[in-house]
């Protein structure tokens, strides 16, 4: 079975790091791009960036450039997303997510990590 | 960035209407034209892709249609499972945003 599990839930304080984690199993990782979508207390989907993990190729929604940094490693089929210094308005859930080539819908979703960024 | 409206935001229905979502790109995005669904507490699941282009598994009464910038999603007779909140994407250019929700609530 194909699919992405993703990293526990987790509480940070404002000013601290953090890198949560997705692994794909049951397909080859390395040849398929996994991205990732915010989603806010009560809001929408918010498409954030992908990541190829062949050759770490990595592009960014400008709202979410120089803000978190995606990578991948192969050695364990598993994507990360991280922050050097959340703020409290990084606090949502966060999806992992395998498109569909070439049309780039994603049929594949992790169970989604919950951040919460409090003081 | 591509903006997407979706029309309604929220809308209630009874068990076997039929349901139409609108979604309404600022640009041309051609046939990269997603929807999803999304139940509470749940991961987004992939119900149409590229514009009609059903996901495995999906059921029949969900189809889409639309060209351009101009698209439709349609519940052809609502089902109790069917009461979530829907989300159309578009996947011709980077970042590929969502529409705002639509959600579908039991009338």
């Known amino acids: 079975e194909v699919q992405l599990v993703q990293s526990g839930a987790e509480v940070k304080k404002p000013g601290e790091s953090l890198k949560i984690s997705c692994k794909g199993s049951?397909?080859?990782?390395?040849?398929?791009?996994v991205g990732w979508v915010r989603q806010m207390p009560g809001k929408g989907l918010e498409w954030m960036g992908i990541?190829?993990?062949?050759?770490?190729?990595?592009t960014y929604s400008p709202s979410f450039q120089g803000q978190v940094t995606i990578s991948a490693d192969n050695s364990i089929s598993t994507a990360y997303l991280q922050w050097s210094s959340l703020k409290a308005s990084d606090t949502a859930m966060y999806y992992c997510?395998?498109?569909?080539?070439?049309?780039?819908?994603?049929?594949?979703w992790g169970q989604g990590t919950m951040v919460t960024v409090s003081s | 960035d591509i903006q997407m409206t979706q029309s309604p935001s929220s809308l209630s229905a009874s068990v076997g209407d039929r349901v139409i979502i609108t979604c309404r790109a600022s640009?041309?995005?051609?046939?990269?034209l997603n929807w999803y669904q999304q139940k509470l507490g749940k991961a987004p699941k992939l119900l149409i892709y590229?514009?009609?282009s059903l996901q495995s598994g999906v059921p029949s009464r969900f189809s889409g249609s639309g060209s351009g910038t101009d698209f439709t999603l349609s519940i052809s007779s609502l089902q109790p499972e069917d009461f979530a909140t829907y989300y159309c994407?578009?996947?011709?250019?980077?970042?590929?945003?969502f529409g705002q929700g639509t959600k579908v609530e039991i009338k």
């Open positions: 049951g397909y080859n990782f390395i040849n398929y791009w």
């Open positions: 997510a395998r498109p569909i080539i070439p049309w780039d819908a994603f049929d594949i």
């Open positions: 640009q041309s995005i051609s046939s990269y």
């Open positions: 590229a514009v009609s």
């Open positions: 990541i190829y993990p062949a050759d770490s190729d990595t």
């Open positions: 994407q578009q996947s011709y250019s980077t970042p590929k945003t």
